[in-house]
């Protein structure tokens, strides 16, 4: 059934509408029941009543019958003019004769019948005809007749005028007793229909629906303001995330267009100095300080885009841990002296071994490191700091630095938070280091806490990691990173013809014995004449792919024991798993850095 | 026309008045006779007669109503029991009956009637001042109906009830004094 628009729109409507039928059908059924049995009563009633009238009349009139007194027996029935439906009535006498009648003063005298010779009544032309003996002393005397109207319809029509008019005071009832229920029922509901349109309307999570009742509805109260409580959590949470991320690219943008104007200014220089080595030195000096600058924004970025989409991976072996430090301790180390902080290193003399990823944890350490010197005013003091407590590796960077406010201590490790956002921007970064190393180290197993006593005095970070029960490979000069690498016989073999074009010459300048294929076929030729030591393979090459290049690479005896690395533009772990399986020894996922390279080369 | 025959036809017109006057005179005590076989359908008597005897209604100064009586009771009952005719010559043939009817032919009608309500009788007249004779119910004739007056009094001096159905159809009701 279709229910009407303006029902369907109203709970009140619903309910009223709900108890309005629920009465009315109670009352047609119950009404439509009473009829069908009182008019099934209506005959045996109105006869008996008769038969009872008849009876009275009978008795009344008999000894008027008995001593032929007529004008008693007329008086006697004139008493019936008190039952208007009683239009006539008549008494005869035992041999059949009419002895008295009455008719109702207002109707035309009817014929009378003949008496008949039995008790009964029959039901004619919407009459009821009606005959009864008067026995007296045991004496049949006469008799009485009467006719009355017998109109069930007109009773029929009694009965519907006052269903008509008990189920208007029933509705009117119910209507009085649903107003009063209303607010008990529908109104907490509407209250929180009422609250959630506000919400909505005016965006104010703040607001909360009444609890009048502890019922269901009062449940969904309950449940309701907790959803609107979390709304406004979630609508504020991701209006912050939002603004960082605005902020974030704004700083971004800043930050990327910053060494673009000195580049180009020495671009200018360089080509007014042209062959003036003097002149143009401290120009490509200018160059290299403000391309690395860019190099570490693009990094940054790019992890971020790791830690968002949860890519971010280790690869862990065995390492010391002093020898991470220092890894770390240079990669900051001109930052530090550029800012003319004195800084101070205190290591265990004892090899404190751990499991992690070198790269990566060298990554973390140079961030807090960079940190410190970014967040204290130049000339402070940065002592970095490992030892050994209990079954962790803990190391410190403290400063003297601007320091943390209490709010700060949780909120550092967020993304794109800064402390403080008036700091030159030349040195801002982009507010994801401390998120970074955050994520790497929780990827160790290990964990970061941010100190301080206060603003502008100084902060502490440490880092605890677990301690390795394994022991180092090789000696400790296998891990020492100063040692001087010996030439090698590399092929590198890539379609990207600038890529690998430099990627040659930088090796080459480094002493190392390059050769260099655009594809799968030229890099097999040249493996079968040069026998590289170590090749760098690109797995989407045109005519053979780096996979194949690999087996055939393993199969010939002079690179069968090369060291193979897979160069890709992905790094999923399926795809790691498929170049191990094809032979590579190791993996880098593109852009490859020079570092990278060289870090392999030092490990081999 | 001759003397002869109208004296004939004078004859015979009295003659005829009088068969017609004797017809209603019958007819009256028909109904006489009828009337006092239902009276005691209305009386209660004090004492239940003896199981087996007759109800016995006594005429005296009325051989019409009597013989209408005879021809009525035969095979009838009133209050069960079978209803007897007695014509009564003298006062002390009274005690025994249930009903006495005293006609007007009855010149001693006050000695009768006191044996009636001695005798715990439904005495019955059909005189003008029957009720102040001591009758309990006395015919009237009105109009050539024949209608009855009913003493509430003189019943009750011989010990007897009557019905208020009955008296709702008396022509004249003397109440108890």
């Given at each position: 059934m279709r229910i009407p628009s303006a029902i369907g729109r109203s709970l009140r409507a619903k309910v009223m509408v709900l108890a309005l039928a629920t009465t009315i059908s109670a009352l047609v059924l119950s009404a439509v029941g009473l009829i069908i049995y009182d008019l099934q009563a209506y005959e045996r009633q109105w006869s008996t009543d008769l038969v009872t009238q008849a009876e009275v009349i009978a008795r009344a009139s008999a000894p008027a019958l008995s001593f032929g007194d007529r004008e008693t027996a007329t008086q006697d029935l004139t008493v019936l003019r008190v039952r208007p439906r009683v239009l006539s009535a008549a008494l005869y006498t035992r041999d059949g004769k009419l002895?008295?009648?009455?008719?109702?003063?207002?109707?035309?005298?009817?014929?009378?019948?003949?008496?008949?010779?039995?008790?009964?009544?029959?039901?004619?032309?919407?009459?009821?005809?009606?005959?009864?003996?008067?026995?007296?002393?045991?004496?049949?005397?006469?008799?009485?007749?009467?006719?009355?109207?017998?109109?069930?319809?007109?009773?029929?029509?009694?009965?519907?005028?006052?269903?008509?008019?008990?189920?208007?005071?029933?509705?009117m009832v119910a209507g009085l007793i649903f107003g009063w229920l209303q607010s008990a029922v529908t109104g907490p509901i509407l209250e929180v229909a009422r609250v959630a349109r506000d919400v909505r309307e005016k965006r104010d999570y703040s607001l909360r629906a009444v609890k009048t009742t502890e019922d269901e509805i009062g449940q969904l109260v309950d449940s309701f303001n907790a959803m609107v409580a979390e709304t406004g959590r979630r609508a504020e949470a991701l209006r912050l995330a939002d603004q960082r991320k605005d902020e974030f690219l704004a700083t971004l943008a800043h930050e990327l267009r910053n060494p673009l104007a000195p580049i180009r200014n020495a671009l200018e220089i360089l080509r007014l100095a042209g062959t003036d080595e003097a002149k143009s030195r401290p120009a490509r000096e200018m160059m290299e300080r403000q391309l690395v600058q860019m190099v570490r924004l693009v990094d940054d970025l790019l992890d971020v885009s790791r830690i968002t989409t949860g890519k971010l991976a280790v690869r862990k072996t065995v390492l010391e841990l002093q020898s991470v430090l220092r890894d770390a301790v240079e990669i900051a180390r001109p930052f530090i002296e550029s800012r003319r902080h004195k800084f101070d290193l205190v290591l265990p003399h004892e090899p404190v071994v751990i499991e992690g990823d070198r790269t990566r944890l060298a990554q973390v350490f140079s961030n807090l490191l960079n940190n410190a010197a970014k967040y204290t005013d130049t000339g402070g003091q940065i002592l970095l700091s490992a030892a050994v407590e209990g079954r962790a590796a803990v190391v410190r960077v403290r400063d003297?630095?601007?320091?943390?406010?209490?709010?700060?201590?949780?909120?550092?490790?967020?993304?794109?938070?800064?402390?403080?956002?008036?700091?030159?921007?030349?040195?801002?970064?982009?507010?994801?280091?401390?998120?970074?190393?955050?994520?790497?180290?929780?990827?160790?197993?290990?964990?970061?806490?941010?100190?301080?006593?206060?603003?502008?005095?100084?902060s502490e970070f440490v880092v605890r990691l677990p301690l390795s029960g394994a022991r180092l490979e090789g000696g400790a000069g296998r891990l020492d990173s100063d040692h001087e690498a010996k030439g090698r016989r590399i092929l590198l073999a890539d379609d990207n013809v600038d890529f690998v074009t430099s990627l040659g010459q930088l090796l080459s300048a480094r002493g190392h014995d390059v050769r260099i294929a655009y594809d799968g076929v030229e890099a097999l030729a040249a493996a079968e004449e040069f026998a590289p030591e170590v090749a760098f393979v690109d797995i989407g090459m045109p005519k053979v792919h780096g996979y194949e290049v690999a087996r055939r690479l393993r199969a010939a005896p002079a690179t069968s024991g090369a060291l193979l690395v897979a160069v890709t533009g992905w790094g999923q772990e399926n795809d790691r798993k498929r170049a191990r399986e094809a032979g590579f020894d190791r993996h880098l996922v593109k852009p490859v850095e020079p570092g990278d390279i060289e870090a392999i080369l030092k490990s081999y | 026309m001759t003397v002869g025959l109208r004296r004939a036809l004078l004859v015979a017109c009295l003659a005829l008045c009088a068969l017609e006057a004797r017809a209603q005179q019958a007819t009256e005590a028909s109904v006489k006779a009828a009337f006092l076989y239902k009276f005691p359908g209305y009386v209660e008597w004090p004492t239940a007669p003896a199981a087996g005897t007759p109800f016995v209604i006594g005429v005296a100064g009325s051989d019409e109503v009597a013989e209408e009586l005879e021809r009525l009771v035969p095979g009838r009952q009133i209050h069960g029991r079978a209803v007897t005719v007695r014509r009564v010559r003298e006062p002390e043939a009274v005690r025994g009956t249930q009903v006495l009817f005293v006609g007007r032919a009855e010149p001693n009608a006050r000695a009768y009637l006191r044996a009636a309500r001695e005798a715990g009788s439904l005495g019955v007249t059909e005189t003008e001042r029957g009720l102040e004779q001591g009758s309990a119910i006395n015919f009237v004739t009105v109009e050539d109906r024949v209608g009855f007056e009913v003493s509430v009094d003189a019943a009750e001096k011989a010990s007897l009830r009557i019905s208020s159905r009955m008296l709702a159809i008396a022509r004249r009701v003397v109440p108890r004094s």
């Open positions: 002895f008295a009648t009455y008719v109702r003063p207002d109707i035309t005298p009817p014929e009378f019948p003949p008496m008949p010779v039995t008790d009964g009544y029959r039901i004619a032309d919407g009459q009821l005809i009606l005959f009864r003996t008067v026995v007296e002393n045991g004496e049949h005397i006469g008799s009485v007749h009467l006719r009355s109207l017998y109109d069930p319809w007109e009773r029929l029509t009694d009965y519907l005028t006052i269903m008509f008019v008990v189920m208007i005071a029933s509705l003297n630095g601007i320091g943390l406010g209490g709010q700060s201590l949780d909120a550092i490790f967020d993304m794109f938070v800064q402390v403080d956002r008036t700091l030159e921007r030349s040195q801002a970064g982009l507010g994801v280091g401390l998120t970074l190393a955050k994520r790497l180290v929780e990827l160790h197993d290990g964990t970061i806490e941010a100190r301080s006593e206060g603003e502008g005095k100084g | -």
